[in-house]
């Protein structure tokens, strides 16, 4: 079968994140995307997703596709895309973490897809959050 992308209340949206982060709602729940650094061209950026429910608690998530979430970023020109997979959790920390090498400067859109446990939908859909993130020269 295919996989449905959106789901649950569809995709939430964000505008240009402020310099090390930003929040979203998406489909109930609150999606932070957090930097320790503004966003880097030619390097790698390390990146944290919190994903909390309607009561402020972290969610916890479903292994989906393998994986507790996708992460995948396009460059504004479409000259870069790229899927990532979060690193390994530390137990206890609600964090995902990525790091991320991004290859030329610009925008570039984040998209995360993720399934929480309390999801009420069919097992082959995710929610999807987006980011726009525009990198330092």
């Known amino acids: 079968g295919s996989v449905r992308v959106a789901s ?8 240009t994140l402020a ?12 999606v932070t995307l957090e930097q320790g650094r503004p966003g880097q061209a030619l390097a790698t950026n ?33 000259s870069a895309y790229i899927h990532a997979h979060p690193e390994g959790r530390r137990p206890g920390d609600p964090r995902i973490r990525f790091n991320q090498y991004l290859p030329k400067p610009g925008t570039y859109k984040f998209f995360a897809q993720f399934r929480p446990k ?5 097992p082959d859909e995710a929610i999807l959050a987006e980011f726009v993130i525009k990198t330092l020269p």
């Open 8 to 15: 649950a209340g569809g995709v939430g949206r964000a505008g």
């Open 19 to 30: 310099e090390t982060g930003g929040s979203v709602g998406c489909a109930g729940y609150r």
């Open 46 to 78: 390390q990146l944290q997703v919190l994903i909390e429910d309607s009561a402020g608690k972290p969610a916890e998530l479903d292994n989906f596709l393998g994986a507790p979430m996708h992460l995948v970023i396009v460059h504004e020109d479409l």
């Open 118 to 122: 309390t999801a009420k939908a069919p």
